[in-house]
Nanobody
């Protein structure tokens, strides 16, 4: 089971850190990714991290602003989001699965969290 939290309301240019905590089983051997879905839009890939933290992958829209990391001892993956703008407003989901870190297709991930709302005011 995955639980995403840490969303909220932030002004443009601000920062938030999302967390994705796993329980019930260990996901340290899985790739974990973040996705987001804005109102009326499709779900988009944001970032992913390999199980050993050595590989990360980002969408072009967040590269240089967002950083994904993980703490396997805590079974938690983080998404540090800096320099946020209104285009980042969405529900953010974490997902994990036996995929490669460059997998951007959400359907390939096996387990999903419930989502956390991020709203960026301009």
């Amino acid at each position: 089971q995955l639980q995403a939290f840490g969303g909220g309301l932030v002004q443009a240019g601000g920062s938030l850190r999302l967390s994705c905590a796993a329980s019930g089983r260990t996901f340290s051997r899985y790739v974990t990714g973040w996705f987001r879905q804005a109102p009326g839009k499709e779900r988009d890939f944001v970032a992913a991290i390999g199980w050993n933290r050595s590989r990360t992958y980002y969408s072009d829209s967040v590269k240089g602003r967002f950083t994904i990391s993980r703490d396997n001892a805590k079974n938690t993956v983080y998404l540090q989001m800096n320099n946020l703008d209104s285009e980042d407003t969405a529900v953010y989901y974490c997902a994990t699965g036996q995929v490669v870190v460059t997998t951007t297709y959400g359907g390939a991930y096996d387990y999903w969290g419930q989502g956390t709302q991020v709203t960026v005011s301009s």
